[in-house]
């Protein structure tokens, strides 16, 4: 590396070697009450009609509970299906859901993060859903229209644990406009990172543009890790988390903050932006404003924040001005799995409470809340991911961006590991990034491997 960032030995002391053991446990094919005639089941969900998530409470409470109250009884089953809303914290609700798993209580069917998923098998509150519901959660049609990518957000070691809501994906948005001012293709996909160092080279001959946007430091939290550093960590061939061993002084890791190095040392970025509070606002307002040239973030960025009619950065001419790209490794097969191109998803995932008195009815409504009809009718005309490929070609069919996220990113995509220190890691990543964005140089990061037995920075 050119540069040596100074605060990544104690940034990157998180990405050592962490050792955690998943919880095993048992199940049988024929789940209890399966032949039951009377049956009560759960929905748990943060979200509540009139509050935070009100669409996703009232199709629960006004389509899946009637819906399939009915098709219960056409089986000659009598149903009754309750919703349990929270409209709190997110934090809040995952604690709440921790201590009614704990406790064996719970709804039978739950919506979490896909990001806890992880964190709460090792805890041993959750269990793989076929021991819990038996072979059908197997042989469910609708895995065969989730892609295997897709399906990782609700799997934790290869065993599956819930099923995807719906997800996103990370690219690279582009100015035409500035693009053809700079002698770039509209039609621009580089297949390498030199190749976007390259298309911001040109960038930098225009007035008043920055020509690279790629999130960094702690400021920009979260979106730090997701827009930037774990991309690129994929496309160097690098997981953030794998075989037990968080990745400390790894080459993947040295290449993803040498490339920081030389988009923000080498002045095709801004680094103060990467400091301000609301810098991830600003820039957004920048590139709407026509001032940035080439900015990595997820689909949201198209739906919510430069759509022409409800963004919060609205850009009038967004569907000829705006270009998009999938996010090279950085060489071609370099990226993780030998892949020419990378990106991260995120995403809400259901999952089956193992304590169900029901857990064979419990698997079916679950499912029955991921049918083609039932996420159609969740959607309710809104063009949004979905898990579901078969549901995506129907009503993403107006919309060529989302389109292009479900078609050619969903299916190389990659997930955080959803594990209780993550977030902690994260943070050391974010760190690392933001001295290297800074220019601050020093002592080398821990080498991988090395085993600690607390947390450190």
Same mark, same amino acid.
């Given at each position: 590396?050119?540069?040596?960032?100074?605060?990544?030995?104690?940034?990157?002391?998180?990405?050592?070697?962490?050792?955690?053991?998943?919880?095993?446990?048992?199940?049988?094919?024929?789940?209890?009450?399966?032949? +039951?005639?009377?049956?009560?089941?759960?929905?748990?969900?943060?979200?509540?009609?009139?509050?935070?998530?009100?669409? !996703?409470?009232?199709?629960?409470?006004?389509?899946?509970?009637?819906?399939?109250?009915?098709? %219960?009884?056409?089986?000659? *089953?009598?149903?009754? $299906?309750?919703?349990?809303?929270? &409209?709190?914290?997110?934090?809040?609700?995952?604690?709440?859901?921790?201590?009614?798993?704990?406790?064996?209580?719970?709804?039978?069917?739950?919506?979490?993060? &896909?990001?806890?998923?992880?964190?709460? $098998?090792?805890?041993?509150?959750?269990?793989?859903? @076929?021991?819990?519901?038996?072979?059908?959660?197997?042989?469910?049609?609708?895995?065969?229209?989730?892609?295997?990518?897709?399906?990782?957000?609700?799997?934790?070691?290869?065993?599956?644990?819930?099923?995807?809501?719906?997800?996103? !994906?990370?690219?690279?948005?582009?100015?035409? #406009?500035?693009?053809?001012?700079?002698?770039?293709?509209?039609?621009?996909? =580089?297949?390498?990172?030199?190749?976007?160092?390259?298309?911001?080279?040109?960038?930098?001959? /225009? =007035?008043?543009?920055?020509?690279? %946007?790629?999130?960094?430091?702690?400021?920009?939290?979260?979106?730090?890790?997701?827009?930037?550093?774990?991309?690129?960590?994929?496309?160097?061939?690098?997981?953030?988390?794998?075989?037990?061993?968080?990745?400390?002084?790894?080459?993947?890791?040295?290449? $993803?903050?040498?490339?920081?190095?030389?988009?923000? &040392?080498?002045?095709?970025?801004?680094?103060?932006?990467?400091?301000?509070?609301? &810098?991830?606002? #600003?820039?957004?307002?920048?590139? +709407?404003?026509? #001032?940035?040239?080439?900015?990595?973030?997820?689909?949201?960025?198209?739906?919510?924040?430069?759509?022409?009619?409800?963004?919060?950065?609205?850009?009038?001419?967004?569907?000829?001005? *705006?270009?998009?790209?999938?996010?090279?490794?950085?060489?071609?097969?370099?990226?993780?799995?030998?892949?020419?191109? *990378?990106?991260? @998803?995120?995403?809400?995932?259901?999952? /089956?409470?193992?304590?169900?008195?029901?857990?064979?009815?419990?698997?079916?409504? /679950?499912?029955?809340?991921? @049918?083609?009809?039932?996420?159609?009718?969740?959607?309710?005309?809104? +063009?949004?991911?979905?898990?579901? %490929?078969?549901?995506?070609?129907?009503?993403?069919?107006?919309?060529?961006?989302?389109?292009?996220?479900?078609? #050619? $990113?969903? =299916?190389?995509?990659?997930?955080?590991?959803?594990?209780?220190?993550?977030?902690?890691?994260?943070?050391?990543? %974010?760190?690392?990034?933001?001295?290297? +964005?800074?220019?601050?140089?020093?002592?080398?990061?821990?080498?991988? !491997?090395?085993?600690?037995?607390?947390?450190?920075?």
């Amino acid at each position: 590396m050119s540069a040596k960032p100074r605060r990544a030995t104690g940034a990157l002391a998180a990405l050592t070697a962490v050792a955690l053991a998943a919880t095993a446990c048992g199940g049988s094919d024929e789940p209890a009450g399966k032949d +039951a005639k009377n049956i009560t089941l759960t929905i748990s969900a943060n979200s509540i009609v009139g509050g935070k998530n009100s669409a !996703g409470a009232e199709w629960i409470e006004k389509w899946v509970i009637p819906k399939f109250v009915e098709a %219960q009884k056409a089986k000659g *089953v009598t149903a009754k $299906v309750t919703f349990v809303p929270s &409209g709190v914290d997110d934090e809040q609700y995952k604690t709440k859901l921790a201590l009614d798993l704990r406790s064996k209580g719970g709804a039978d069917v739950i919506a979490v993060d &896909g990001i806890w998923v992880g964190e709460f $098998v090792q805890a041993g509150y959750l269990k793989p859903l @076929s021991e819990v519901a038996g072979k059908q959660a197997d042989s469910w049609e609708g895995w065969s229209q989730i892609p295997e990518t897709v399906q990782g957000l609700g799997s934790f070691e290869d065993k599956r644990y819930g099923i995807p809501l719906g997800t996103d !994906g990370r690219v690279l948005y582009y100015n035409k #406009k500035l693009f053809a001012q700079a002698g770039l293709p509209a039609d621009w996909q =580089p297949k390498s990172w030199q190749e976007i160092l390259d298309a911001g080279a040109k960038l930098k001959t /225009l =007035p008043g543009v920055t020509p690279i %946007q790629i999130n960094a430091g702690t400021a920009m939290g979260e979106a730090t890790s997701m827009q930037g550093a774990l991309p690129l960590l994929a496309g160097a061939g690098g997981e953030i988390y794998k075989d037990g061993k968080w990745a400390g002084a790894t080459q993947p890791v040295k290449d $993803v903050l040498d490339f920081y190095t030389k988009v923000y &040392g080498g002045g095709l970025g801004d680094p103060k932006l990467q400091q301000e509070a609301k &810098g991830r606002d #600003k820039s957004f307002a920048e590139f +709407a404003a026509g #001032k940035i040239g080439i900015l990595a973030e997820g689909d949201y960025f198209w739906r919510s924040v430069i759509n022409p009619k409800s963004g919060i950065a609205k850009m009038a001419d967004r569907d000829t001005t *705006v270009g998009y790209a999938m996010i090279p490794a950085k060489q071609p097969g370099a990226g993780i799995r030998g892949q020419d191109f *990378v990106s991260m @998803s995120g995403g809400g995932v259901r999952v /089956l409470n193992p304590n169900s008195k029901f857990p064979s009815q419990a698997w079916e409504l /679950l499912s029955f809340m991921h @049918s083609a009809e039932a996420v159609k009718a969740e959607l309710a005309g809104e +063009a949004r991911i979905t898990a579901r %490929q078969d549901v995506n070609k129907e009503v993403l069919a107006g919309d060529p961006m989302l389109s292009f996220v479900t078609e #050619k $990113v969903l =299916p190389l995509t990659a997930y955080r590991p959803p594990l209780a220190v993550y977030p902690q890691v994260s943070v050391a990543l %974010q760190e690392a990034t933001a001295a290297a +964005a800074s220019g601050k140089s020093g002592r080398r990061v821990p080498e991988e !491997g090395r085993r600690v037995r607390r947390w450190s920075r």
